[in-house]
């Protein structure tokens, strides 16, 4: 098992330039997540996706975009980059009801 | 709406000195799952427990162990006898059924933990 894989590792994008970070699971969850980590400020949820098919907003969703391709894939797209999504962005699936969620390596994004 | 707060921003120890992260939550949940999580310096993200609201035993883990209380709605987290490889940053989250079946995180600001030899 992989477990949470994303790609890719790192990136440097230009104002305005638009990318998709990808995020695949192997464990065959039912939700997916995507955060943001910035120092100081732990890790806040930019969209989640419940089960294939659903896409909801988390606490900042703005200048992104998310699809779930399947069970399996879960993409975030940022269309028009700007410095202040400079991050690492990490994914995240989780099971049932109450269990924990396990987290992909990360994503470090530098917008300038 | 759910807060995770770390108080501690930054502690630093000696090796084989105990130290304990303070977690302390605010949900209007009546269930409810606590986490903690480790982020070591090469920044991966590494489960270590999960409580329910339901279940408030100690629990003891080799050198880790986690104190939930209710009644002060904190879920703290000690080291016994810390070792160098215990440095890295630890977060702490609590997830409510309120959010619905995503049961999303959320997750407190970290506690940078630094172990000196």
């Known amino acids: 098992n992989a477990g949470v894989t994303q790609t890719p590792k790192f990136q440097v994008l230009k104002t305005g330039q638009s990318m998709t970070l990808q995020c695949a699971q192997d464990?065959?969850?039912?939700?997916m997540y995507w955060y943001r980590q910035d120092p100081g400020m732990g890790l806040r949820l930019i969209y989640y996706s419940a089960s294939e098919g659903t896409t909801d907003k988390g606490e900042v969703p703005n200048g992104y975009n998310v699809s779930r391709l399947n069970k399996r894939e879960f993409s975030l797209r940022l269309e028009s980059a700007a410095p202040s999504q400079t991050s690492v962005y990490f994914c995240?699936?989780?099971f049932g009801q109450g269990g924990e969620q396990y987290f992909g390596p990360g994503t470090r994004l530098t917008v300038t | 709406a759910q807060k995770v707060t770390q108080a501690q921003t930054e502690i630093s120890v000696v090796e084989k000195e105990d130290v304990t992260l303070d977690c302390v939550y605010e949900?209007?949940?009546?269930?409810?799952?606590l986490f903690w999580y480790k982020q070591p310096p090469s920044g991966e993200l590494v489960f270590l427990i999960r409580r329910n609201s339901f279940d408030e035993q100690n629990e003891i883990s080799g050198r880790y162990s986690w104190n939930f209380q209710k009644s002060t709605s904190s879920f703290n987290f000690t080291i016994t006898a810390s070792q160098v490889v215990d440095s890295a940053v630890y977060f702490c989250a609590l997830s409510g059924v309120s959010s619905g079946s995503a049961r999303q995180l959320t997750f407190g600001s970290g506690t940078q933990l630094t172990v000196l030899p």
């Open positions: 995240a699936s989780r």
């Open positions: 949900t209007r949940d009546t269930t409810y799952y």
């Open positions: 464990m065959n969850h039912n939700s």
